[in-house]
C-alpha cells in the first residue's frame, strides 16, 4: 500500500482518538474531526482491559494511562440472592499489564495530547459526515449513533438494555475492602460495584432495570443495594452522576465498503455490565491500523479488519454469563506485522 495514506477520523473520543494514533504509527496523514469542544466535560470513568494496555503501548501512550490511572487485578462478584462467591482474574496471560481503571477526562487528554505529539490535526467542535470530508480512508467512530453506520446502509437500531446506570466518586478510599479489587453485589434488580485506590478514592456504580430509557428510579431505590455493602459509608458523601440509560449495538450489520470503516461502539456497542466497549474499540485501532498496512488495498485491509473483529466483538455481545468471550493476544496487537 501506499507510505502516505490520508484518513478522516469522525469523532475523537476512545475509539477515533486511538485509531488516529494507530494509523499516524503507520505512517498514515491523518485528520481528526470532534463534535465537541476539547475543553468538553468528560464524566465518570472506565476499566480497561490487558489488551487494551497492551494496545495504548503500541501507539505510546501506555506508561502515561497507566500513570494517571490504577490497577484493577480481580473482580469478585457476590449473588446477594443465592450467596454464590467467585472471583475472577483481571489480568491475562500474554499481557503484560493488567486492567487499568482510569478516569475518562484523564484517558481522552492522554489520547489527545499525543495525537498533538506526533502532528494529527484534531479539529474540535466541529461535527461531520462522511460525505462531507474528503479523504482516501474515511474511519466512523462517532459512537453509538453513528450517521457513518446509517450511511454505509447498515440500519441495525441501538436497542436499550432494560438498564439504567448512576455512578458515584468519594476522594477517599473505603476501609475494609481491598484496593484495586472490583466488587459486584448481585441483587434481583441489578449490579451494584464498587473500586477504589489510596489515591484516587472510591468509585462506585449502580445498574438498575427499568421499563424505558427515561424512566426515573427514585435515587434511593438505586442507590440501596449499595447499603448493605461497605460502600455505604461514603454513599452520603459522593459525587453522584445523573441517570443514563444503557443500549447496546449487534454487532452484524455493514462494518466498511472500499474506504469508510466503522469502529468502536459506531460498530458494536455493549453494555457497561460486558466491562469491554472502550477496550474493544482500543483493539479495532491497532487491528486496523494493522490490516492496512498489511494488505495491498485500503479496500482489503478493510475487508481483513472487519472479517478479525467481527467475531470478537459477535462473542462479547452475546456472551453467556459467567462466560470469558475470546480475547486477542499481544501478538494479534502488534502493530509490526513481523512480530
Ligand atoms: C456508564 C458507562 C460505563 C462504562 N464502563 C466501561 C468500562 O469500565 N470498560 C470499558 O471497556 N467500557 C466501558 N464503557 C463503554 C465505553 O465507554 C464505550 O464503549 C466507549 O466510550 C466507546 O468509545 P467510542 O469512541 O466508540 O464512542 P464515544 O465514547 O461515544 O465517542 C464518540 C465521539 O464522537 C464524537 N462525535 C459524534 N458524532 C460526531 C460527528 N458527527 N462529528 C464529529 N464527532 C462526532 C462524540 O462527540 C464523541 O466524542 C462504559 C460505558 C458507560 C455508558
Given amino acids: 500500500m501506499r507510505t502516505r495514506l490520508g484518513a478522516a477520523v469522525i469523532g475523537g473520543g476512545i475509539a477515533g482518538a486511538t485509531a488516529a494514533l494507530a494509523l499516524a504509527e503507520i505512517g498514515a496523514r491523518v485528520e481528526v474531526y470532534e463534535a465537541k469542544a476539547r475543553t468538553a466535560i468528560e464524566g465518570g470513568s472506565v476499566t480497561l482491559g490487558p489488551s487494551a494496555m497492551t494496545a495504548l503501548d503500541q501507539v505510546g501512550v501506555g506508561e502515561r494511562i497507566r500513570a494517571v490511572g490504577f490497577p484493577v487485578v480481580e473482580a469478585r462478584m457476590v449473588n446477594t440472592v443465592t450467596g454464590r462467591e467467585d472471583r475472577v482474574s483481571w489480568c491475562e496471560p500474554g499481557h503484560q499489564w493488567s486492567s487499568t481503571h482510569v478516569w475518562r477526562r484523564d484517558l481522552l487528554a492522554v489520547l489527545r495530547d499525543r495525537l498533538d505529539r506526533v502532528s494529527v490535526r484534531t479539529h474540535y467542535g466541529t461535527a461531520v459526515t ?17 450517521e457513518t453506520r446509517r450511511l454505509l446502509g447498515n440500519s441495525i437500531p441501538l436497542r436499550f438494555t432494560g438498564q439504567v446506570i448512576r455512578y458515584g466518586h468519594h476522594p477517599g478510599p473505603l476501609p475494609g475492602l481491598p484496593r ?3 466488587h459486584f453485589w448481585i441483587h434481583p434488580y441489578g449490579v451494584v460495584g464498587y473500586v477504589g485506590d489510596d489515591r484516587d478514592g472510591s468509585f462506585w456504580f449502580s445498574r438498575h432495570t427499568a421499563d424505558a430509557p427515561t424512566d426515573p428510579i427514585d435515587l434511593a431505590r438505586m442507590l440501596h443495594p449499595l447499603c448493605t455493602t461497605p460502600a455505604a459509608a461514603v454513599l452520603d458523601v459522593s459525587d453522584v452522576s445523573d441517570q443514563f440509560a444503557l443500549y447496546e449495538l449487534d454487532p452484524r450489520g455493514i462494518w466498511n465498503n472500499s474506504d469508510t470503516v466503522l ?5 458494536h456497542a455493549v ?14 485501532a491497532i487491528v486496523l491500523a494493522r490490516s492496512l498496512r498489511h494488505f ?3 479496500a482489503a485491509g478493510l475487508d481483513a479488519y472487519t472479517a478479525i473483529r467481527r467475531p470478537l466483538a459477535s462473542a462479547t455481545y452475546r456472551s453467556p454469563r459467567h462466560h470469558r468471550p475470546p480475547r486477542p493476544t499481544a501478538d494479534d496487537l502488534a502493530l509490526s506485522v513481523d512480530r
Fill in 130 to 146: 462522511a460525505r462531507e470530508v474528503t479523504a482516501e480512508l474515511v474511519v466512523g467512530a462517532e459512537g453509538a449513533r453513528s
Fill in 271 to 284: 453494555s457497561p455490565a460486558a466491562g469491554r466497549g472502550a477496550t474493544s474499540a482500543i483493539e479495532d
Fill in 296 to 298: 495491498g488495498s485500503i
Fill in 180 to 182: 484495586h479489587v472490583l
Fill in 263 to 267: 469502529t468502536g461502539d459506531a460498530a
